[in-house]
């Protein structure tokens, strides 16, 4: 059925046949996503990852002796069709080659039975030489080496269970690392601690990979010492093992089990999941003990085989896909109380996190948590989600009774746990407060580029629209500094980084629309100087682009091939910055016009989700959906549909309790 009329086009729209085409856009994207919502309400795209995923799959297979399984064999055909032309693997289309990843594809490769003699093989050895073999890999790689016996352990970094034992009023101690890295490295202590031996087959063995001469490293002050300690730190470990060792690798085994109470997983994501296989089999677990076998089985699940190939999620996303879904219908015209929109709402209201997870020993007053990422990670919410869903669940409208006052609940208590997980600097990062001491940055173990969890600009603008959409107006004080934090982040030319998008599209289109949802005038400087630098790297076919090169190189902002979903994101900045009458956005509107596939979606192979600048990267495969359809939407409208508060109502219970209702 018809989910936009031709009312909701405001009268500017001087053709009539551009507008009908706009209409039927619209439509058929709503109708792509809704063809796509699961029975249950959900919503939920493919998550891609880089090749470092069916690598250490295939290490992790080979670690519980399901090595000789099929559909390894599919895994190593996958990792052959992602090699580039020149031999090594990259950490996104079209990248350069990274070492860490080509390592460990030759690596699994070679375990998997490919020839080293075999043209693709001598290929790969050529670029890991040139690029400094595996000495010049990260230190999780090298790590994941010394495991099957390809790397000495004396030349990995350490990761001293001890850390674990660290109380909290120490500068330094395990949470005040990320809560992702934390994750990865308690039971990566253990591995490190324990040093777990693998042997492969002879043939398998690698050493031609080993480097002549080892390059030294570049090191600060602080590098420097930390560098010290790690080496103090391995002459300890060769004594025998102390009290207090011990108790450190049961306090890390136990934090580790605790975790994976009610959740699919350490973290939810792939690389606790195979550190926590190996560290528990370390520790002495049997092959066939229930939770090791659990393990396996979330590995499993994030398989997607096709054919003959097999390529691995690094976790799954169905509630932020969820959330992103509702967001474009609503705003593309799609009434608030469609029994689809409710039963994804209703399902987005299961998912939220565990009151004691990790955050609450830095947000010690909250009884209740936002939401997190996946489909059952409760002990890590973050705010990226939580200011999201907060944001759509507000444009559903449930039908009076126990889901509405469930939903009430659960906006008023996420949106209390997102106000106080606010920084001092007045932004938001993702998972932690307070998560920014540089010094964790230098330690031998930090290079994966991911210990520290600031805040960003695009979680922080996020956030003011979730204020937003709960009522407030700039003069709320947590928006206020929220808005002064965006100023103070805004680069030169106008544009904001973006630290989950790529990149500086990404970033200034969630700063203006946050800047103008929470209220900040148009004409202010801030918004003006982002609207011009969104012009000013439109391309000439109307869209907009940039590579993932532009964290590695900040000369790139705003430069690539355009693709629908920066497109979008440039679109709404505009938008939000009042230029839906300008030729940039009829230009790019027509670009996504022009562009729409038959059964609705948008082509899109270039990837421009971040996951770690520099070291992770994703390809969320709905993105060319809801974005776009967003944009469009938005555009047809004239603007965005007004806050509609699911607190406001005459239960006078919420009412006392909450601080939502702000001037607009």
């Not at 489909?375 to 409208?397: E, G, R």
């Amino acid at each position: 059925m018809s989910m936009v009329s031709s009312a909701t086009l405001l009268g500017t729209e001087r053709s009539e046949g551009r507008g009908a085409r706009l209409i039927k856009a619209i439509e058929a994207a709503q109708r792509f996503l809704f063809s796509n919502q699961a029975e249950d309400g959900h919503w939920r795209g493919e998550l891609e990852g880089d090749t470092i995923l069916e690598s250490e799959y295939a290490l992790a297979m080979h670690f519980v002796g399901r090595s000789r399984e099929a559909k390894l064999g599919k895994a190593a055909n996958y990792l052959r069709l992602k090699q580039s032309p020149e031999g090594g693997w990259s950490n996104y289309p079209g990248g350069p080659p990274d070492v860490s990843a080509s390592v460990k594809a030759y690596f699994a490769l070679k375990l998997l039975g490919d020839d080293p003699l075999a043209p693709h093989m001598e290929r790969a050895r050529r670029v890991i030489q040139d690029l400094g073999g595996l000495d010049a890999c990260n230190s999780f790689t090298k790590i994941y080496l010394a495991i099957f016996g390809q790397y000495p352990w004396s030349r990995c970094p350490s990761v001293p269970p001890e850390l674990i034992l660290f109380p909290r009023r120490f500068y330094l101690n395990i949470y005040e690392v990320s809560s992702w890295s934390r994750a990865i490295l308690v039971p990566l202590s253990i591995i490190s601690a324990r040093k777990p031996s693998c042997p492969v087959p002879s043939s398998a063995a690698i050493p031609e990979l080993m480097s002549d001469a080892r390059k030294p490293l570049k090191r600060t002050a602080w590098t420097s010492f930390c560098y010290a300690v790690d080496t103090v730190v391995k002459q300890v470990e060769k004594l025998p093992l102390s009290a207090l060792r011990t108790k450190a690798l049961e306090r890390a085994e136990q934090w580790t089990l605790e975790r994976l109470r009610d959740s699919d997983g350490l973290g939810a994501i792939f690389p606790p999941i195979v550190n926590t296989l190996i560290a528990l089999r370390a520790q002495g677990y049997p092959l066939d003990h229930p939770i090791l076998q659990d393990q396996v089985r979330e590995l499993e699940k994030l398989e997607i085989e096709e054919g003959e190939t097999l390529r691995i999620q690094p976790c799954f996303s169905p509630v932020w896909d969820t959330a992103l879904a509702l967001a474009a219908l609503v705003e593309s015209g799609c009434a608030g109380e469609h029994p689809a929109l409710v039963r994804a709402a209703r399902w987005l209201l299961d998912r939220r996190g565990h009151p004691s997870g990790d955050w609450r020993l830095k947000h010690p007053g909250a009884d209740a948590a936002g939401w997190y990422f996946e489909y059952a990670n409760p002990f890590y919410p973050d705010c990226d989600t939580t200011s999201q869903v907060l944001s759509s669940l507000n444009k559903v409208i449930l039908p009076a009774g126990e889901d509405h006052a469930r939903c009430q609940r659960a906006i008023f208590e996420s949106h209390t746990w997102h106000l106080g997980m606010q920084n001092k600097d007045g932004g938001w990062a993702a998972f932690d407060r307070g998560c920014h001491k540089e010094i964790l940055a230098k330690v031998p173990f930090a290079d994966h580029n991911a210990m520290l969890d600031p805040s960003t600009a695009d979680l922080t603008a996020r956030g003011l629209e979730a204020l937003a959409e709960l009522g407030f107006g700039p003069e709320f004080p947590p928006a206020r500094r929220a808005i002064r934090f965006l100023r103070k982040e805004q680069e030169t030319e106008g544009a904001w980084y973006g630290r989950w998008g790529c990149n500086y599209l990404y970033g200034t289109y969630l700063a203006l629309w946050g800047l103008w949802k929470i209220g900040v005038d148009r004409s202010d400087p801030v918004i003006r100087r982002g609207a011009a630098w969104l012009r000013s790297c439109q391309n000439q076919d109307g869209g907009w682009g940039e590579s993932l090169a532009s964290y590695d190189d900040p000369s790139l902002k705003g430069k690539g091939s355009s693709t629908p979903s920066q497109t979008a994101w440039a679109l709404l900045g505009l938008l939000a910055a009042g230029e839906r009458e300008s030729d940039a956005v009829r230009r790019g509107v027509e670009f996504l016009l022009d562009r729409q596939a038959a059964d609705g979606s948008w082509p899109e192979e270039e990837w421009t989700g971040t996951g770690f600048p520099r070291v992770f990267y994703l390809r969320y495969h709905l993105y060319p959906v809801y974005f776009p359809l967003l944009a469009l939407g938005v555009y047809a409208r004239g603007e965005a549909r007004p806050p509609r508060s699911q607190v406001h109502t005459a239960d006078t219970s919420l009412l006392h309790l909450t601080p939502i209702g702000g001037s607009r």
